[in-house]
């Protein structure tokens, strides 16, 4: 089988190397890949960015892959797992609709409400008048997120209405971050060692990997 991993960092390296030694899989296709996965055995790279749907839906079509692997946030929040599946393809990664839990920090805080899922106390704000009047009444510390995808660089602890203030500035004001900083979530700041703990699903069945840092 020839397989099309989307993607171009560590995440994906790991994805070809292992993906490699199956003697189910003939080749690997990197999109846009990096040298790392183009030293591995069995495959190749190919320049289409990772964030270009279409082009990477073209390229599975000719290609004739059996199976899409898509690493990164940013194209599954954009739907790419949607269409490859409408097109046919049997795909590796949530929908556009299940991508928000990591697309949105204000959707995965609201969903853990509806649900009683433990969580930290917050608060969400589309304008920056309102969130910098919350943190001026609320103890410190607090921890400030931008709300869309920020490459794992939006979230700020602040130890201070200060730093908070400050940290809305960049979100808000100067957009440090894009559209990402359109909304913020301001949430109360907890204590411990923090740890990923990751499952698989296919909707039915739920396997848990090992915790990660």
Known sequence: MKVLIVGSGGREHALAWKMGQSDLVTEIIAAPGNVGIASEPKCRVISTSAEDVDGI??????????LVVVGPEA???AGLSDKLRVAGFKVFGPSKDAALLEGSKAFTRNILK????????FEVF???????????SVPMPVVVKADGLAAGKGVF???NSEEALEALRSIMKER???KAGDRVVVEECLDGEEAS??????????????SSQ
């Open 176 to 178: 440090t971050f894009g």
């Open 197 to 210: 703990f990751i499952a698989i699903t296919d909707g039915d069945t739920v396997l848990a990997l090992a």
């Open 114 to 121: 509806k649900y009683n899922v433990p969580a930290p106390e």
């Open 75 to 77: 194209p599954l929040v």
């Open 157 to 159: 602890v602040c130890k």
């Open 126 to 136: 589309d304008r920056a008048d309102d969130a910098e009047k919350f943190v001026r």
């Open 57 to 66: 839906l073209r390229l599975a079509e000719h290609e004739k892959v059996g």
